[in-house]
């Protein structure tokens, strides 16, 4: 990796060890375990499994009620990645006018990051909480019939503004770094040109941005596929009726009450996929830290 | 700016203290919440100021847990916490500090295989191996055990390529001059590395503390134990879903303590949280 | 005692070979320096001295011990490098101190000799300071300062002054060649800069694609270059070289003027001819008998005070010719043509296609 080193036999293998070991142990081991059970079908008191090819993957995409996850999920995560993104986007802009004055805003803004999903969805679920959530008692004033433990769209809607909360602070910092990290002259040079403040932005600012956002596009994306579960299984369980079951969600939900290992291993399969896919199109801005 | 336009600044300005309130609000709702009476809350009459029974509900939090459902003591449960999270942190630290060493000082082979094989799992999270993972620390008879609750999480390819890319900076002399010094590979990480890594360990162990705090799906399915539940564990064990027997005021007690040290950590050592955030990321 | 010595000794990266077989001996308390342009690997070199880079072939001595195989930390040697490698985290006491703890002396000894080194480096009431908290000179020392307290048989500098700016670089030129002459210990020393290699070394090797172009005193080498390429590289501004036709006694310019040898040339044919710049000189009326006359077709002066500079093409030809006259000599002006007279003594003749010297 590097010109100058040590000649050493034994030593490189102790020190990276420990490592490869965890990771033999806990990621490919299980993830192999995974693919493996994917192709089998256990009978019901488990005493005999029989290996059926692509049969459970069948059984799934046949299944509507992981159609309904596969929607939910889609829904989900457009929904909070373009308002966590749009607002943090516009207070990130706000924010990097003040050199000066960034500094305040930005600890006041980034704290969420360390609020943990499930306590935030405890927090938001609390206001909007239909019998004695402040938030559900103004909804109701103003003629809404806010219920979202019987109302799927409600729920939906609690869980979005949930994990939009939790996930601006993220955005907001990388934006600011990303829109700090512009060369002040580049701005100085378009005002020269004649541009005001909207057209610098929509001609200089943004496209020097937009590696940032698509960075940030595919972060917010793997975060509410996984990182959103704690925020769904406190504010709604996936419920009402399933309106709020992500995919990983139901890979949790199928698991726990046992039974269909092969569909179970099944669901985890493709979402491992899912997240290679998406790592793939993220890979294109890790390349850099990867070549040698 | 290249201009100045006052009206402009103002309305940044006001956009801005929008964003934050907004962002307070739920935090401050639920403080406010945690000092008031269970009738308060329920009657829905405890409005937008503090209450008047602070230490009544934390010390209930803290020492008792919520009584209509029985669960542990926040105490006990922020113990676990910190135990998790110092594991993970200080554990990831250790073991990818010293294979990014292995990978970028010393030539051997399988070398590539090594750092590719650690390098992939960037790709896979907890989540998407959740039960074979489980049977794994099941079939090592680790559930209900500190180390079933952290070991599973240490290894992760952020930290090992966090460090090998720092390692990268430093110049080749350095090593050079070490090694005409008379040091060998040991006595040169211990007195020249480590040393220079500080920040860099500082910054990702703020990340990986919160990292651990805030884990959720993993002890919730690792742990049966209450006496092992996390404090975000815990707090969803307090909530259950007919309202009446729900604890309000210690659920909101309780997310205060939980949100109190990783947000602690996040404004104190802000400069190294973003270091860290910016840097494992990136 | 401490000389060095290196047989055959070759590098290779792979396939392509960098250096080719190199034959030096250093006498003890010698100060030679290795120069060339980058690339020529002379640092290779130096680096196998050092046991940084492992000789390919060959085997390198030092105070009479086979060290080819050794680590570096078993060759008694010391080494400064040109961005300083000091350790950041440390202060400038524990970089200097750092070499002698690993080696297991005692307290005492390494506070004294530290201290010791300090005080001839100026850099006692820097002791307690980070090197980032100095100045490029004081790095510098601090380097110089790491390499002293270890009291090694050889030292080794790897262009230890390329970071430093044009003032300060001549200052540490000096106070390097008076340390070392003061310790009197064998020394190495790589650079690309032929003012610095010149006016430090006892004897220098000039290096070229891998190879020793030739080795001697700076006076040997500035009088007699043995090619072509030590020729050019060393003198600055560097040796006016044109082509010219030998035959018997008579040089034949691509001016088309003649010169008639007084001494023996051995040389026939086509060879090339050289020049320095500073051997040119105005010729008046008084020009000695015997001396060769050239007329330049003057294009550009740069007047640098105490001389000038003069850059013209050879009339008639379009050699293109620089002569450094004294400043104060008749005013030259660009745009007209200009006599300048040769000893022929200054003559430098090469074989055309080898570009070995001619007797």
């Known amino acids: 990796m590097r010109k100058v080193g040590f000649n050493n036999k034994l030593l490189p293998y102790i020190l990276i060890a420990p490592q490869l070991a965890v990771t033999i142990v806990f990621f490919y081991w299980p993830a192999s375990q995974a693919v493996w059970q994917s192709f089998l079908i256990q009978d019901a008191f488990g005493t005999a499994t029989e290996f059926v090819w692509l049969e459970n993957y069948e059984t799934l995409f046949k299944d509507p009620s992981y159609f309904n996850a596969l929607v939910v999920t889609v829904v989900f995560s457009t929904a909070v990645a373009a308002l966590s993104l749009g607002v943090a986007l516009l207070l990130a802009v706000q924010a990097d006018k003040h050199i000066h004055g960034a500094g305040p805003y930005k600890t006041l803004l980034m704290w969420p990051y360390a609020v943990a999903p499930a306590v935030a969805g405890v927090l938001w679920l609390f206001m909007f909480q239909p019998s004695l959530g402040v938030l559900a008692k103004q909804l109701r004033g103003m003629g809404v019939d ?95 009726a399933k309106a709020t079951e992500t995919l990983v969600f139901k890979v949790f939900q199928d698991g726990r009450l046992g039974g269909d290992l092969g569909g179970s291993a099944a669901q985890s399969v493709i979402l491992m996929f899912m997240v290679i896919a998406l790592t793939a199109i993220q890979f294109k801005y890790i390349e850099r830290k990867v070549h040698y | 700016m290249v201009e100045r336009r006052p009206l402009s600044n103002l309305l940044a300005h006001a956009i801005l203290w929008f964003g934050i309130a907004i962002v307070i609000f739920p935090v401050y709702f639920t403080i406010i919440a945690s000092t008031h009476t269970p009738q308060d809350i329920f009657n829905g009459t405890m409005g937008f100021l503090p209450g008047g029974v602070p230490s009544d509900n934390y010390v209930a939090a803290l020492f008792a ?218 | 005692m401490a000389e060095v010595s290196l047989k055959q000794v070759k590098k290779s990266f792979g396939a392509a070979a960098v250096i080719h077989g190199i034959d030096l001996a250093i006498a003890d308390g010698e100060f030679l320096v290795l120069v060339g342009p980058s690339g020529c690997g002379k640092s290779t070199l130096l680096r196998m001295v050092a046991g940084l880079e492992e000789a390919t072939e060959g085997e390198i001595s030092i105070s009479g011990k086979v060290v080819t195989r050794l680590e570096p930390k078993d060759r008694d040697i010391a080494m400064v490098f040109q961005n300083y490698a000091l350790y950041p985290h440390m202060s400038v006491y524990d970089n200097m101190a750092y070499g002698l703890r690993i080696r297991g002396l005692n307290k005492e000894e390494i506070d004294q000799r530290v201290k010791k080194a300090a005080e001839s480096l100026q850099l006692a009431h820097l002791l307690d300071r980070k090197p980032r908290q100095l100045s490029g000179g004081q790095r510098q020392r601090v380097a110089m300062g790491r390499a002293i307290v270890r009291q090694p048989a050889v030292f080794l500098f790897d262009e230890p002054l390329s970071n430093l700016d044009a003032k300060l670089r001549v200052q540490m030129r000096i106070e390097i060649k008076r340390l070392q002459r003061s310790l009197g210990v064998t020394s190495i020393y790589v650079t690309h800069d032929q003012v610095e290699a010149m006016t430090l070394a006892d004897r220098l090797v000039v290096m070229n694609a891998g190879k020793a172009e030739q080795i001697g005193t700076p006076m040997e080498l500035y009088n007699h270059p043995a090619t072509l390429f030590v020729a050019g590289f060393i003198g600055s501004p560097s040796m006016n070289f044109f082509p010219a036709n030998a035959a018997g006694g008579t040089l034949e310019l691509p001016g088309g003027q003649r010169w008639t040898l007084s001494r023996q040339v051995a040389a026939q044919g086509d060879v090339t001819m050289g020049i320095r710049p500073e051997h040119l ?79």
């Open chain 1, 146 to 240: 806010w219920n979202p433990l019987l109302n799927g769209t409600h729920a939906m809607i609690l869980c979005i503004i949930a994990a939009t909360w939790k996930q601006i602070s993220y955005n907001f910092l990388f934006f600011l770094a990303g829109l700090q990290s512009i060369p002040k002259s580049l701005i100085e040079a378009a005002a020269i040109d004649g541009a005001g403040p909207t057209r610098r932005f929509w001609t200089v600012i943004f496209p020097l941005l937009s590696p940032t956002a698509f960075f940030l596009l595919v972060v917010n994306v793997v975060y509410v596929f996984f990182e959103t579960f704690g925020i769904i299984d406190a504010v709604t369980h996936g419920g009402p």
């Open chain 3, 281 to 359: 000189t105005l010729a008046g009326a008084n020009s000695p008998a015997g001396h060769a006359i050239l007329p330049l077709y003057v294009e550009l002066i740069e007047p640098l005070g105490a001389e000038t500079l003069v850059h013209g093409r050879l009339e008639g030809g379009k050699a293109e010719l620089t002569a450094r006259v004294d400043g104060e000599a008749a005013p030259v002006k660009a745009g007209s043509t200009m006599r300048f007279a040769v000893d022929p003594r200054h003559l430098h003749l090469f074989d055309r296609t080898s570009g070995a010297r001619l007797q």
């Open chain 2, 65 to 282: 847990g919520a009584k209509q459902v029985k669960t542990t003591p926040a105490t006990v449960m922020m113990l676990n916490s910190l135990v998790m999270a110092l594991m993970i942190a200080v554990g990831k630290i250790a073991i990818s500090i010293i294979s990014a060493y292995a990978v970028v000082y010393f030539q051997f082979p399988g070398r590539m295989f090594a750092f590719w094989t650690i390098f992939v799992t960037l790709m896979l999270p907890v989540e998407v191996r959740i039960y074979p993972t489980y049977k794994v620390v099941a079939d090592l008879g680790l559930l209900d055990s500190y180390l079933g609750l952290s070991v599973p999480l240490i290894a992760s390819a952020t930290a090992t390529l966090l460090f090998r890319q720092f390692f990268m900076t430093i110049p080749d002399e350095l090593v050079e001059a070490s090694k005409m010094d008379g040091a060998g590979p040991m006595r040169f990480f211990w007195d020249t590395v480590l040393p220079l890594s500080r920040t860099n360990i500082a910054a990702l162990f703020v990340i990986l503390f919160i990292y651990g705090w805030n884990q959720y799906l993993w002890p919730l399915l690792i742990t049966t134990d209450s006496g092992m539940d996390t404090i975000i564990v815990g707090i969803r064990r307090q909530i259950v879903t007919s309202d009446a027997n729900t604890d309000w005021h210690i659920v909101m007690a309780t997310a205060v303590l939980a949100m109190l040290p990783p947000v602690a950590v996040v404004v104190f050592m802000q400069r190294l949280f973003v270091k860290g955030l910016v840097e494992t990321e990136k």
